[in-house]
């Protein structure tokens, strides 16, 4: 009887299938894996050149940092580009490569704020609130206190709307006042000052005036006076140069004119004049040689007003 062919698998020997594997091995390293070529390096440490899987080209970079670029399955170009010697990310812009960035936390600058304009100083809102908004002349005459007789007078010019805001253009001087001091209700006879802000329209005297006057100018010999003043000084002379104050006056009128708006008893004919040395009746007084020099510097295109009273009121 003939015996059957045996049943059992086939089986290689183990040295044939340890070779087989090493064969696979070998050309893995030899042509890369999935078709893959890569670039070799030399021992100085070369660029690598090659294509990966995809069909990307490479380039490399050397041991100094240089950039690596290369170019995607698309065609489009990418860079790496160093910035501060270390290199960038792959398709960063060569253009950035090296700019410093700035910092984006920094807040925008903020221009400074303009100066505020500079104010009359002594004066209170209130007063200010009463200067007229078309005023850029404000003869300040401040009394050392509400029954004094003795003031100091500035010259303040406002130089417009561009400009800091008011600034001294003349003074101080000193001047007198009222023999009894200053009141807010001027009555004939009561030898106050009358206080608040008073436009300045028209001026007059015994003399010419200066040859820079610019106020109306009443010139009459009716100014002359004699006599004596408060302190037995002479008052000769003192009508030679006056700015008339429009307190209870028509303003624009002469400063001889004698009506009186609010009436007789509530006292008229406050002036600025020439000092004779002493207190007034009612007027502000300071030397010849500064009437000439405010009576040059006045200007009615700038509407002249005066402020004056005591430095308390003022500063209200």
Known sequence: MPVPPSRAPLRLPHVVCSLLLLVLLAGCGAGGLAGTDLGGTDSSGASLGGTDSSGASLSGTDPGGASLSGTDPGGASTERAPVNGVPGPPGAPASAAGAPSGDASAPPSVPEPSPLPTEIPGLGPKTRAA?????????????????????????????????????????????????????????????????????????????????????????????????EGFHGE????????????????VPGASPLDHTRPLGE?????IWVHVDHGGPTQGCVSVTEDRMKELLGTLDPAMEPVIVMGDAEWLGR
Not at 265 to 269: D, P, Q
């Open 131 to 227: 200067i007229p908004a078309t005023a850029r002349q404000a003869f300040v005459v401040t009394g050392e206190g509400p029954d004094s007789n003795r003031s100091t007078a500035v010259l303040y010019t406002l130089d417009g709307p561009a400009g800091p805001g008011w600034r001294p253009a003349l003074g101080p001087w000193p001047a007198h006042n009222a023999l009894n001091g200053w009141t807010g209700e001027h009555w004939e006879g009561d030898l106050r000052s009358p206080v608040g802000v008073f436009t300045l329209t028209a001026a007059g005297g015994r003399l010419d005036p200066p040859d820079t006057a610019l106020l109306p100018y009443d010139l009459s010999p009716d100014f002359a006076v004699t006599g």
């Open 234 to 249: 002479p008052l000769e002379g003192s009508f030679d140069y006056v700015i008339a104050i429009d307190y209870n006056r």
């Open 265 to 269: 008893e509530r006292g008229g004919g």
